[in-house]
Each structure stands twice: as structure tokens, then as C-alpha cells.
Antibody, heavy 122, light 110 residues
Framework: EVQLVESGGVVVQPGGSLRLSCAAS????????MHWVRQPPGKGLEWVSL????????YYADSVKGRFTISRDNSKNSLYLQMNSLRAEDTALYYC???????????????WGQGTLVTVSS | QTVVTQEPSLTVSPGGTVTLTCASS?????????PNWFQQKPGQAPRALIY???NKHSWTPARFSGSLLGGKAALTLSGVQPEDEAEYYC??????????FGGGTKLTVL
């Protein structure tokens, strides 16, 4: 059974930093690209970032480019999102999500975690 | 800035059929946008329903189908059940590994 468990969400001040983690199990982690998607409270979904199965390629939404860094440790079956220069508009539930097709960078989403809440507030 | 547009809300009767659409500000949606559809119920994570326009996941009920319709991506629910009441989001791929979600459609079964 595929499981994705996010952690690391807290309340942080504007301008602060935070690292989110996603622990994956139930599939061969290093075969799949992984996404981060966020959802502000009461609002819709926003795609944030994607990393290839080997970590060699990374992609970002314009809204986070230059501030967020996606990474992975395949030896630990873990995905990360380093978030710097946080703003109030980054407040959201952050989901990690698994790519559908193995060994493809451009891959859609099948499984989602339950999310971790990041609140940016003074 | 690319905008993906969905109907804000739709209402359907139990047992009825409803079609949700997904339009792109860049023009007609084609298979090259790899349209995806997700269902989200209150307090839950999204669940994938359809990928690459019309492909179903192993868990997707048969009453859900995806297509292209009049330059848009479409999700059709046939024989709607009360448990289908949810928010539905489409996701389009714009190249360079850039993905954009639609604003969501709140489907009410009444």
C-alpha cells in the first residue's frame, strides 16, 4: 500500500524558513518523480514543485521559484521542500504526491499524502 | 499568467449525468496538456480520478469518464451517486514540467 506522510508544518514568521519532509513507503521510491502541491485554507490547489526520480531535475511554480528548493534522499525514501523567505501567501496545507509513471520526469499524479499545514504569521 | 477555468459550481440530481469542463487561457485543450482530474471531499486529501485525458486509475469508479469536448477537457459523471458530492479539480501540463490546476468545481448532488 502506497503511503505518503508529510511533516514539518508549523507556524513561522514572515521572512522565516522551514523544511517539510515526506516519508514514502509501499513503492520503489527511487523510480518515481515526486510533486509538492499546496492548498491555502478554503481555497484551491496550486502545483508547487516537481523533482525527477534521481533528483537530477527540479521544477518550480513561478510563485516559489528562487525561494523554495525541492530535494530527495532515495536512501531514506524521503522527499523534502526547503522553504525560505516565507510570506503570508505561502500559508497552506502542503501535500506531497507521487508521479504515476516510473522513470519519467513529466508524469502525472496518482497518490497523495494527507498534508502538513504551514502558517506564515507574525 | 496561465489561467485554467472550471465551472465554480454545478448541481445534479442523484442518478443523473453531469459534465464538468476545464478550459485553458492559452487556447484549446488538447491531449498534449495531459488533462488530469481529482476529487476532493471536505477534510480529505485529493484523490486522483483521471489522467492523460481519459485514463482511469484502478480505483476510479466506472461512472467517471474523461474526454475532450469543444476545446476543453471534460469529466462526465453518469449515474451520479450521493457520495460524488465533492470539489473537482482539473490539472493541465504546460511544458517545461509546469503544471496548473483549475480553480475547482463544487458539485452538489441534490
Amino acid at each position: 500500500e502506497v503511503q505518503l506522510v508529510e511533516s514539518g508544518g508549523v507556524v513561522v514568521q514572515p521572512g522565516g524558513s522551514l523544511r517539510l519532509s515526506c516519508a514514502a513507503s509501499g513503492f520503489t521510491f527511487d523510480d518515481y518523480a515526486m510533486h509538492w502541491v499546496r492548498q491555502p485554507p478554503g481555497k484551491g490547489l496550486e502545483w508547487v514543485s516537481l523533482i525527477s526520480w534521481d533528483g537530477g531535475s527540479t521544477y518550480y511554480a513561478d510563485s516559489v521559484k528562487g525561494r523554495f528548493t525541492i530535494s530527495r534522499d532515495n536512501s531514506k525514501n524521503s522527499l523534502y521542500l526547503q522553504m525560505n523567505s516565507l510570506r503570508a501567501e505561502d500559508t497552506a496545507l502542503y501535500y506531497c504526491a507521487k508521479g504515476i509513471s516510473p522513470r519519467l520526469v513529466v508524469t502525472m499524479i496518482d497518490y497523495w499524502g494527507q498534508g502538513t499545514l504551514v502558517t506564515v504569521s507574525s | 499568467q496561465t489561467v485554467v477555468t472550471q465551472e465554480p459550481s454545478l448541481t445534479v440530481s442523484p442518478g443523473g449525468t453531469v459534465t464538468l469542463t476545464c478550459a485553458s487561457s492559452t487556447g484549446a485543450v488538447t491531449s498534449g496538456y495531459y488533462p488530469n482530474w481529482f476529487q476532493q471531499k471536505p477534510g480529505q486529501a485529493p484523490r486522483a480520478l483521471i489522467y492523460s485525458t481519459s485514463n482511469k486509475h484502478s480505483w476510479t469508479p466506472a461512472r467517471f469518464s474523461g474526454s475532450l469536448l469543444g476545446g476543453k477537457a471534460a469529466l462526465t459523471l453518469s449515474g451520479v451517486q450521493p457520495e460524488d458530492e465533492a470539489e473537482y479539480y482539473c490539472l493541465l501540463y504546460y511544458g517545461g514540467a509546469s503544471w496548473v490546476f483549475g480553480g475547482g468545481t463544487k458539485l452538489t448532488v441534490l
